[in-house]
């Protein structure tokens, strides 16, 4: 079974676990001072990224805390997992894969 | 003549076969707490022991045991009869700060599974790597079990302690049962 690396309880298998789209998508402070097309563009527009994706997961079956996880689109291997909040990993981690 | 109400165990109305090695308890006091993940908690007089802050371990007193579930959430577990006394402790005791405490004690049953199998027979439906190394004596986790989500925590080499949601209760009595017989 594919194991998800919980930045709280380390490796879990992947039944424990929710996706939950992807990271790193900013919210406007105030949503009235955006236009609509940025406002379409937070709601809808997703890069669709083939190769490495920044994406949020939520351990539900385990302590229940969302993080964050970079995750290659194609081979399904994570590469790195961080917790809400700390920003995205370096190209470093990305290419030592 | 008034008559007297009486709360049934979730498995009352399962024909139970007797297992030496799967035994379903009898009532227990609950609570589900919750503090900020970030504040240090008191040492709880209450229940005569410190909250566990290490991920995934329990901690546990003569009368009392804490399980962490999660950053800032917590499992307690005591006998039904001091639950109102324990409450109302704990009420005080962490008056000052940001906390819930929720009495759960009819939301859930508590299973003990003992036996050299007993690992074998919760890899039946549970992912989870249950060798000694990698989940010691300790070692409590929300987690599954096919279908059902259970709290698992381990109480000795040979021993869980399962904790189910009153409604899945006959689920896994069945499913541990069926295991148990493919597996002796």
Redesign the interface.
């Known amino acids: 079974m594919l194991l998800i690396t919980c930045p709280f309880c380390g490796p879990r298998p992947e039944l424990e676990f929710g996706y939950a789209g992807e990271a790193h998508v900013v919210r406007a402070q105030d949503p009235r001072d955006v236009s609509d097309s940025q406002w379409t563009e937070y709601l809808y527009q997703r890069s669709n990224v083939r190769g490495v994706h920044a994406e949020r997961w939520r351990h539900a079956h385990g302590c229940a805390q969302f993080f964050n996880a970079l995750r290659d689109t194609t081979t399904d291997h994570f590469v790195a997992t961080y917790r809400i909040g700390e920003s995205r990993p370096d190209a470093a981690v990305e290419a030592g894969r | 003549m008034a008559e007297t109400m009486a709360r049934l165990h979730p498995l009352a109305a399962v024909k139970t076969v007797a297992d030496p090695h799967l035994v379903a308890q009898g009532p227990m006091g609950r609570f589900s707490l919750r503090l900020s993940p970030t504040a240090a908690p008191p040492p709880l007089g209450a229940l005569g022991l410190s909250l566990p802050l290490a ?2 371990r329990a901690a546990q007193s003569e009368t009392a045991a804490a399980l962490w ?3 800032g ?1 917590w499992l307690l577990l005591t006998a039904p009869e001091r639950a109102p006394a324990v409450e109302a402790a704990l009420r005080a005791e962490l008056a000052g700060q940001a906390f819930s405490l929720v009495e759960i004690s009819h939301r859930q049953t508590g299973f003990s599974l003992s036996g050299p199998r007993a690992a074998q027979r919760l890899n039946a439906g549970c ?2 790597d249950l060798d000694l190394a990698s989940f010691p004596v300790g070692m409590c ?4 079990f096919a279908k059902a ?1 259970i709290v698992l925590w381990r109480t000795g080499a040979e021993q869980f302690h399962i904790e189910v949601w009153r409604s899945f209760v006959p689920y896994l009595w069945e499913l541990l049962v069926i295991v148990g017989a493919e597996t002796s």
């Open positions: 991920p995934c579930l999660g950053p959430e992912p989870l986790t929300r987690t599954v989500e």
